[in-house]
């Protein structure tokens, strides 16, 4: 997926920003954000973080 579309759907605004500070370790919330994320796009969770792009989750850990 390119960093546009990446931007795109991975987005996190603020709100998003906040609300995943407040948990936990890091790790924690870098999982939190893939779930998140993945509720926008592709609109579900997915069942397998490992099915998750490289690329997506550095992204998302940037």
Request: glycine share 4%; no cysteine; hydrophobic share 35%.
């Amino acid at each position: 997926m390119s960093r546009t579309k990446s931007e795109r759907y991975f987005f996190l605004d603020d709100a998003d920003r906040e609300a995943v500070q407040a948990k936990g370790r890091a790790h924690n919330r870098l999982g939190l954000v893939v779930h998140l994320t993945s509720l926008r796009y592709p609109g579900r969770f997915i069942p397998d973080p490992r099915q998750v792009p490289t690329e997506i989750v550095a992204y998302l850990a940037e």
